[in-house]
């Protein structure tokens, strides 16, 4: 495949070198995240005629498909290479998970405290129910028995070094008539760092673990639609992730590395979105000529919808950028 091509951008933001080469210009940019391509296409000062074959949109269908689709494929192999890098230098964390519920913090003039329970402390059981390794459950099964019984007497199993005790603890009252114990409950993990032994492990580890993170973003997309009242407020923007970002650095350097793969695959599933502007939405254009038997769209119709889409995401992400230095205080809070 040939294509006419007129820019060649690494990066976005302010331009820190540029040069030309073949009548392309080449640049790169502040921020070393993505990447542009301008085609000459609708450029009214290219000297190219708009019946050029080598021209963006006078190519086959499949051809443009390959070509807009290069930038999300881009996103992915990019976070599939920094997974790598973490798995054949610092490792990937694995968690370990074990029966019971940890005892993280245990505060001072608490029921917890007053009854003997000691930070370190595991939960075994609770009232007779043995407690599974099953993580978040396991915690959220003693949150639920402690709230349901102020005043009154709980029996626990407790796991302190290599010895069980039954400890019997009195919830308070708490304001809202639930009982409390004073407690920060966590799960009963180990997490331990896997680092790749040779070229094939690290191959299938990068792949696997590309997968989870990919797999967790779709869900968290599908959850964000099907519940948007609910998640609405905690869609973020770009002062956000490099808060957060920020924070990553400062508490865990490794964390960047899944931090650093998880915005590339959401960059990834983002543009996929059939969205006008977006590469999803030039694909859905191409999609839907393939459709009409190779019939486009008249051209007003198309930069109609592309302009439209342009001024929503501009004023999206105009909005993003207020709530985000809002509310910057509480996402620190939150970390």
């Known amino acids: 495949m040939h294509f006419k091509v007129q820019t060649s951008e690494l990066g976005f933001g302010p331009i820190l070198a540029k040069f030309n080469a073949k009548n392309v210009e080449y640049s790169i940019r502040a921020f070393p995240l993505g990447g542009f391509v301008g085609f000459p296409d609708n450029d009214p000062e290219s000297n190219i005629p708009v019946d050029d074959e080598n021209l963006l949109k006078n190519r086959p269908v499949l051809d443009r498909l390959i070509v807009v689709s290069a930038g999300v494929i881009a996103n992915i192999i990019f976070a599939y290479m920094i ?14 998970a074990f029966p019971g519920v940890l005892l993280a913090e245990v505060r001072a003039s608490s029921a917890a405290s007053r009854d003997g329970l000691l930070p370190g402390d595991v939960i075994l059981a609770i009232n007779g129910i043995e407690l599974p390794k099953t993580g978040p459950s396991a915690v959220t099964e003693v949150v639920d028995i402690v709230k349901r019984n102020p005043k009154r007497n709980v029996l626990l199993k407790v796991g302190r070094g290599k010895q069980d005790y039954e400890i019997g603890i009195t919830p308070d009252l708490n304001v809202d008539g639930t009982g409390r114990i004073g407690v920060q409950l966590s799960p009963n993990i180990k997490i331990e760092k896997i680092v790749a032994k040779n070229l094939l492990e690290a191959v299938s580890y990068a792949g696997r673990e590309t997968w989870g993170l990919l797999y967790n973003v779709l869900d968290s997309l599908k959850q964000t639609f099907l519940n948007f009242s609910q998640s609405a407020s905690k869609v973020a923007g770009p002062v956000a992730i490099i808060a957060v970002g920020a924070e ?88």
């Open 83 to 96: 997974i790598f890098v973490q798995v054949v230098s610092v490792g990937l964390p694995v968690q370990e």
């Open 248 to 335: 990553v650095a400062r508490s865990n350097i490794d964390g960047l590395y899944q931090f650093a793969a998880l915005l590339n695959l959401n960059l990834a599933v983002i543009n996929l979105l059939p969205l006008p502007a977006l590469d999803g939405g030039s694909l859905a254009l191409i999609l839907i000529e393939a459709a009409r038997g190779g019939r486009k769209l008249p051209l007003e119709v198309e930069q109609r919808i592309m302009s439209s889409g342009i001024m929503l995401i501009i004023l999206l992400g105009l909005f993003l950028i207020v709530k985000d230095t809002l509310n910057l205080e509480f996402i620190k809070a939150m970390l």
